[in-house]
């Protein structure tokens, strides 16, 4: 008689998910806390060159800077529980609304990227590995190759050069429309398709050498069809693997991407809070992200097990 797991399984994971939220995000925001500390003194920035001691040390007082740092640590951690990281020292808007706002600008960007890589590098991979040894195949390859070469910002550069300012077809900065989150999904999407493209075309090589790939396609099956059919299921899991370890990747590179267009999501706001030590918005920017990265993960297991064939014969056993 066999037994229903799922649901012990369901509650382990959800566990091991909380577990791994909870000391993600506790261990970068403590990183963050004392060094923000280090950086200089959070008072006289708020305060600007122009103020007097007598102005700082009010400061300090109102903000708790003059209590021990043990004390001031505590009273953070209990304000994240919160989701309380203090108003912008320049819009007096609080810093999670704020973070809040901006994050489905980048996460557009980030979404599309994503999507690109599937509806794009997954067919070119295929067609890359059912073309090997043609000059179709070898021109895929190598392409792939040089979109993995070209660093993010010399491609938006030359992209920006091109199509906003040479043809003229796409906006060069802002993110007012859709037509703005162009630019910066092409340039992130590049190194991304790419990889996709080479992990799709060797785990297909790989497959082919399989004893029951081998039999397909001696039975008359057309190449093209045997792989997408039979061999990319077993070479699907490390691709999805990979996308979910990007995405983190991808959070971190909008913040090169969204300077160089002027974009407005949470990688330009995070950039420019640095600059101006605006700390609510560095802290409550940095654990919007942590949070994400983890959801992303947690995600990123559940549908590995589901694509992974073996996970699926092991449930329907």
């Given at each position: 008689m066999k037994t229903d797991r799922t649901g012990p399984r369901v509650l382990r994971a959800g566990a091991v998910w909380l577990v791994r939220l909870a000391v993600t995000v506790l261990g970068v925001l403590t990183l963050l806390f004392f060094l923000l500390r280090l950086s200089g003194d959070p008072a006289a920035v708020l305060v600007g060159p122009?103020?007097?001691?007598?102005?700082?040390?009010?400061?300090?007082?109102?903000?708790g800077l003059d209590l021990p740092l043990w004390t001031q640590y505590g009273a953070f951690l209990g304000d994240v529980a919160r989701l309380d990281f203090g108003v912008s020292a320049y819009t007096g808007e609080p810093a999670i609304s704020a973070v809040l706002v901006r994050l489905p600008l980048?996460?557009?960007?980030?979404?599309a990227?994503?999507?690109?890589?599937?509806?794009?590098?997954?067919?070119?991979g295929m067609l890359a590995a059912a073309r090997a040894r043609r000059p179709s195949g070898r021109a895929i390859t190598a392409g792939a190759a040089a979109a993995q070469a070209v660093p993010n910002f010399v491609l938006g550069m030359l992209l920006l050069l091109v199509f906003a300012l040479w043809?003229?077809?796409?906006?060069s900065y802002g993110s007012e429309s859709p037509l703005h989150s162009v630019l910066p999904t092409l340039t992130l999407a590049a190194f991304t398709v790419a990889r996709v493209v080479r992990l799709v075309r060797a785990g297909l090589l790989e497959?082919?050498?399989?004893?029951?790939?081998?039999?397909?396609?001696?039975?008359?099956?057309?190449?093209?069809?045997?792989?997408?059919?039979?061999?990319?299921?077993n070479a699907f899991p490390p691709?999805?693997?990979?996308?979910?370890?990007?995405s983190a990747y991808l959070l971190s590179?909008?913040?090169i991407v969204e300077q160089l267009y002027?974009?407005?999501?949470?990688?330009?706001?995070?950039?420019?809070?640095?600059?101006?030590?605006?700390?609510?918005?560095?802290?409550?920017t940095v654990f919007v992200v942590a949070v994400l990265v983890v959801a992303v993960s947690a995600v990123g297991d559940v549908l590995g097990a589901l694509a992974d064939p073996r996970v699926r014969r092991e449930a329907a056993g």
């Open positions: 122009g103020g007097t001691l007598e102005d700082i040390e009010r400061v300090r007082r109102e903000l980048t996460l557009q960007v980030v979404g990227t994503l999507a690109l890589a599937l509806l794009i590098g997954v067919p070119l043809l003229g077809w796409l906006p497959a082919l050498s399989q004893d029951f790939i081998r039999t397909v396609l001696a039975k008359g099956g057309s190449r093209l069809r045997v792989l997408a059919r039979h061999a990319l299921p691709v999805l693997a990979f996308l979910v370890v990007d590179s909008t913040v002027a974009y407005d999501g949470i990688g330009k706001q995070l950039v420019d809070a640095i600059f101006q030590r605006d700390y609510p918005i560095v802290q409550a």
